[in-house]
């Protein structure tokens, strides 16, 4: 199998020290029913920070992954509020989000700021989930490839010089229209953005392209996703309100198509 798929959960800031506990000890317990017997897949919880240290004391050696929502670009040192990768990896994480569109849209996030989140995320051992997407407005232009062409191009030289390191690299497209709207993108309007940045890996990355997963994320949910991740260039999703719920999030991971 050439790309192993992926599910991503994104659980925003949502989750006291308790109600995360809670969540996760579900999740957890469904991954390990499906151990064995699930198609092979990888799955990430990323809680909020203030949770991570807890779930993962709790996690032990399960299968299920964590990751952060964010991070800061410095190791350390005076940056109030920030976070660095390395104290993600210190709470057990593995992935870490950048460039989601609320980051983008209510933080002030730039593309040039994502990119140098991604290479401190090589730096820190933690593979990016980067986020492009295009919003309503842009989609209706007609622009909708060359906002992502442009998201990508931007941290394309943040991604390290050794092709055998880039593969931790993983795409989300998240179309903004689509994100806690309850709007899904078609399977065939997926399929056009997800073909379209595997072709833009292939002609950037040829080494890698094949390895590097593309997830979709934007009101995923048990009803819609058997049919989306079924696209041939779609390798897992971004799960935002569904992860919220162990069922849905558990229902959505099984409906990650049996490619063994
Ligand atoms: P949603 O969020 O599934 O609630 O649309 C997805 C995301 O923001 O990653």
Known sequence: MLRCPLVVGNWKMNGLIETAQDLVDRVQA???????????????????????????????????????????????????????????????CRYVILGHSERRALFGETDEMVSWKVKSAFRDGLN????????????????????????????????????AKRPALVLAYEPVWAIGTGKTATPAQVQEVHHYLRGLLKKHLPDTADKVRILYGGSIKPSN?????????????????????????????????DLT
């Open 128 to 163: 990016p989930i980067v986020c492009v997407g295009e919003e309503l407005a842009e989609r209706e232009r007609g622009e909708t490839l060359q906002v992502v062409e442009r998201q990508f191009l931007a941290v394309l030289p943040s991604l390290p010089e050794s092709p």
């Open 30 to 92: 469904g991954i390990s029913d499906r151990e064995g017997r699930q198609r092979m897949c990888e799955v990430v919880v990323c809680p909020p920070y203030t949770a991570l240290h807890t779930i993962n004391s709790r996690l032990g050696e399960s299968a299920l992954k964590l990751g952060g929502q964010n991070m800061g670009v410095e190791v350390e040192g005076a940056f109030t509020g920030e976070v660095s990768g390395i104290m993600l990896r210190n709470c057990g």
């Open 225 to 257: 996703a058997a049919e989306i991740l079924a696209q041939e260039d779609v390798d897992g999703g971004l799960i935002g309100g569904a992860a919220l719920n162990a069922n849905d999030f558990l229902d959505i991971v099984d409906a990650i198509p």
